[in-house]
């Protein structure tokens, strides 16, 4: 499986943009990049994916390296409650695809 | 509108001890899975399904069981619990075809062993 490699933690304060990094240099053309975000005491929670364009949904953007080899998630304005760990995931598709957890990206945001 | 829904929320157990975690989902997802998670840890597979009566092996399957009756249930047992599976277990499903789309993620069962 193709591996990811985010950032352990990032801090951002409220109300501003927050680009949260993620390289995924042996990917293969079937793989989609997924967003999932785990809340404190909660489990994860889908946020966005993308194969190849830049994808724009209500929680975020995903902007995906021309090379796909990396790809960023962008929060727009942070809030208090996006404080989380963000997980950035490869997957192919398929009926038995699986999720591959990594350690994620710690968010902090701050007043 | 439920989800999947995980019970039960908390469990405390003895060594040698069985129990199952059951985990059930109203979408009609044919693809279900269960994740243990340890602190400071990303999730790992333990076992997935890719449909009723089907049944497959993840990262981590030594030590639990799992079996697919029907396409809503796919609980875990824990034929014998050990300390090392202590952990917070979470049980996902999606849609098991090629659209690629998101997994749904119930919010756990916190389980220690003694």
């Known amino acids: 499986d193709a591996k990811t490699t985010q950032p352990n933690s990032m801090e951002s304060n409220e109300e501003e943009p927050v680009h949260l990094p993620c390289n995924h240099s042996t990917i293969s053309g079937t793989d989609y990049i997924h967003w999932y975000r785990q809340l404190p005491s909660q489990g994860p929670e889908y946020v966005i994916h993308g194969l190849t364009s830049n994808v724009n949904n209500r929680m975020a953007s995903l902007a995906i390296a021309e090379d796909r080899k990396s790809s960023t998630l962008i929060l727009h304005r942070a809030t208090l409650r996006d404080a989380a760990v963000y997980y950035c995931i490869l997957r192919y598709t398929g009926t038995a695809s699986k999720l591959t957890f990594g350690t994620g990206t710690r968010l902090q945001v701050t007043l | 509108n439920a989800g999947v829904t995980q019970t039960p929320k908390f469990q405390v157990l003895k060594t040698g001890q069985s129990m199952t975690l059951q985990c059930a989902q109203d979408m009609n997802h044919e693809y279900m899975s269960w994740y243990r998670q340890d602190p400071g840890m990303g999730l790992r597979l333990i076992h997935y399904?890719?449909?009723?009566?089907?049944?497959d092996q993840g990262e981590v399957p030594n030590g639990y069981n799992v079996s697919r009756s029907t396409t809503e249930d796919f609980p875990l047992r824990l034929l014998s619990a050990a300390p090392s599976q202590t952990s917070v277990y979470f049980c996902?499903?999606?849609?098991?075809?090629?659209?690629?789309?998101?997994?749904?993620f119930g919010d756990g069962t916190r389980l220690s062993i003694l």
């Open positions: 996902a499903s999606r849609r098991g075809d090629y659209s690629n789309q998101p997994q749904h």
């Open positions: 399904s890719v449909g009723a009566g089907i049944t």
